[in-house]
C-alpha cells in the first residue's frame, strides 16, 4: 500500500518562529489532507489540498502531486500552534491513509 | 464545515464486557463513514469503511467479529467492541465524507478513548 512520511518527526520553536512540515508520499493520490490534532485528541482540518497552494491565516499549504510531496507552512507561530500534524492522503473511495505525523511544540 | 460527533468521549469498562461507540454526523448526510484507531504516540490506522445499509469493510488484521460496525441511517454509525480486552485500550476515532462537500474530504469527530481493565 501507499507508505507516507512526515519529517521532522518532532520540532520545537520559539513563539514567533517561521516553520516547514513535510510530507512525502509513494503513489499518485487523489485526495491529500492536513490535519492538527490538539492535546484532547480532536482533529482538526486544515487544509484540503491535493495539488497546487492554499493560503488560511499564518498557515499555507503546497502540494506538489507529480512529485510526491507536500509542505505545510506554519508562519509567526503560537503556543496555541503546539499538537500533532498529520498528512493523510488517499488513492481511491476516501479511505484516508496517515504519516508519521510531527509533534510541534512552541514555546513562549 | 461539516460536523462529526461522538458518543461517549471516555469510558472505562471491564475486561470481558461490551462497549458501544456512536458517531454521527450532525449537519450532512454521510453515506460513508470511516473508524480509525490511535494508540499513544502513534498514529491513526483505518479498521473500517461503514456503508450505510450495507456490510462493513474491514481492514487487514482486523476481527470483523469484534468490532460490529452498523451504519443503520445516513447520520450514525455505532462501532461495538466486544469482550474487551486491555489490548483494546486506544483513541477511537471516526470520519465522514459525503458528496457535496469538497467531495473526498473527510472530517473527523471528536474521538473516544477506551480503558479496558
Known amino acids: 500500500g501507499i507508505q507516507v512520511e512526515q519529517s521532522p518527526p518532532d520540532l520545537i520553536l520559539q513563539e514567533g518562529a517561521n516553520s516547514t512540515l513535510r510530507c512525502n508520499f509513494s503513489?499518485?493520490?487523489?485526495?491529500l489532507q492536513w490535519f492538527h490534532q490538539n492535546p484532547w485528541g480532536q482533529l482538526i482540518n486544515l487544509f484540503y489540498?491535493?495539488?497546487g497552494t492554499k493560503q488560511n491565516g499564518r498557515l499555507s499549504a503546497t502540494t506538489v502531486a507529480t512529485e510526491r510531496y507536500s509542505l505545510l507552512y506554519i508562519s509567526s507561530s503560537q503556543t496555541t500552534d503546539s499538537g500533532v500534524y498529520f498528512c493523510?492522503?488517499?488513492?481511491?473511495?476516501?479511505?484516508?491513509?496517515f504519516g508519521t505525523g510531527t509533534r510541534l511544540l512552541v514555546s513562549p | 464545515g461539516a460536523v462529526v460527533s461522538q458518543h461517549p468521549s471516555r469510558v472505562i469498562c471491564k475486561s470481558g464486557t461490551s462497549v458501544k461507540i456512536e458517531c454521527r454526523s450532525l449537519?450532512?448526510?454521510?453515506?460513508?463513514m470511516f473508524w480509525y484507531r490511535q494508540f499513544p504516540k502513534q498514529s491513526l490506522m483505518l479498521m473500517a469503511t461503514?456503508?450505510?445499509?450495507?456490510?462493513?469493510?474491514?481492514e487487514q488484521g482486523v476481527e470483523k467479529d469484534k468490532f460490529l460496525i452498523n451504519h443503520a441511517s445516513l447520520t450514525l454509525s455505532t462501532l461495538t467492541v466486544t469482550s474487551a480486552h486491555p489490548e483494546d485500550s486506544s483513541f477511537y476515532i471516526c470520519?465522514?465524507?459525503?458528496?457535496?462537500?469538497?467531495?473526498?474530504?473527510?472530517?473527523f469527530g471528536p474521538g473516544t478513548r477506551l480503558t479496558v481493565t
Open positions: 489540498i491535493p495539488s
Open positions: 493523510a492522503v488517499s488513492t481511491g473511495f476516501q479511505k484516508l491513509v
Open positions: 503513489d499518485s493520490v487523489n485526495n
Open positions: 449537519d450532512f448526510q454521510a453515506t460513508t
Open positions: 470520519s465522514a465524507g459525503a458528496p457535496g462537500l469538497a467531495i473526498r474530504e473527510q472530517y
Open positions: 461503514s456503508n450505510e445499509g450495507s456490510k462493513a469493510t474491514y
